[in-house]
């Protein structure tokens, strides 16, 4: 891994395992400043620091880049606009520890796509309800089979527990399409309601 990639993948992982720079400088048998000056990107650390680094942070920055890096990353987003965790989660699993850039491009797809797969769950919950709730109060009407009120609220519910599964296919392909695009001409992507899981 190259900088200044490097320097921003030891100061993440250095923070997740609550280590300071002090620290990981007496790990790895350096200065504070030579860490200050690898996280910030203005030195590539020589071999033996890198060893260092990869045993202090348990992470291998040895690894080369990855060949193609934007053509997988419009891979990755693109993927986003089906509702399938499982496409984003094998790219972002077999290619995380050789591109920073797609390792956190693929926390922020999967964070949308688990969101995303969450709210289809709470809508089937309600497409499965809602007919339940009709046969209820039919069971116990005076007289069954029969709506004297006419179309009622729970007629509209059902008819619109199958509106959000259209709405929520919109947004994804949306979203997919529009981040693609984004990350391929190198600007800024955003995927909004995503919870984060993965940080």
């Known amino acids: 891994m190259k900088q200044p990639n490097l320097g921003k993948k030891v100061a993440e992982l250095r923070q997740q395992k609550a280590i300071t720079q002090e620290h990981l400088a007496e790990i790895c048998e350096v200065s504070t400043r030579t860490i200050q ?32 890096e934007n053509l997988w990353l419009g891979i990755l987003h ?7 965790v499982l496409v984003p989660l094998l790219i972002w699993s077999f290619l995380k520890e ?25 809508a089937v919950a309600c497409l499965i309800l809602a007919p339940f709730l009709l046969i209820v109060r039919d069971i116990n009407s005076p007289t069954p089979g029969a709506n ?52």
Request: hydrophobic letters at 45%; charged letters at 15%; a neutral charge.
């Open 37 to 68: 000056r690898i996280e910030s990107g203005e030195v590539d650390p020589r071999s033996f620091t890198i060893q260092r680094l990869n045993d202090a942070l348990e992470f291998d920055f040895g690894a080369g880049e990855l060949a193609n």
């Open 78 to 84: 693109l993927s986003s606009c089906f509702t399938i």
């Open 98 to 122: 050789k591109s920073y850039k797609l390792d956190r491009h693929g926390r922020d797809v999967l964070n949308f796509q688990i969101t995303i797969t969450i709210l289809m769950f709470v």
């Open 148 to 199: 004297p009120a006419g179309f009622g609220v729970l007629e509209f519910l059902v008819i619109a527990t199958v509106l959000p599964f259209i709405f929520i296919g919109i947004f994804v392909f949306y979203q997919g399409i529009k981040n693609t695009l984004l990350v391929m001409n190198g600007k800024p992507y955003y995927y909004p309601l995503s919870i984060q899981f993965l940080k």
